[in-house]
């Protein structure tokens, strides 16, 4: 049976796990109000992807 001979450090150890972080959300602007958006997803705020409209806006009233 594999046993390991020396006892692994901290920091070898942490090492070998410095790729296994989740990347950070990237963020664009919203070519139609200039919001920070996702890419390829609908904005939140103007309700528009790709140039047109996805999401009715609420009438104010």
């Known amino acids: 049976m594999a046993v390991p001979k020396k006892k692994t450090s901290k920091s070898r ?3 070998r796990r410095s790729h296994d972080a989740l990347p950070r959300p990237t963020y664009g602007s ?3 109000c200039g919001d ?3 890419p390829h ?3 939140l705020k ?3 992807y790709n140039g047109r ?3 009715e806006q609420p009438i104010a009233g």
Do not use: E, F, S
Request: with cysteine.
């Open 36 to 38: 920070m958006k996702r």
């Open 46 to 48: 103007c309700g528009t």
């Open 30 to 32: 919203c070519p139609n």
């Open 41 to 43: 997803h609908m904005c």
């Open 53 to 55: 409209d996805v999401q």
């Open 13 to 15: 150890r942490n090492m």
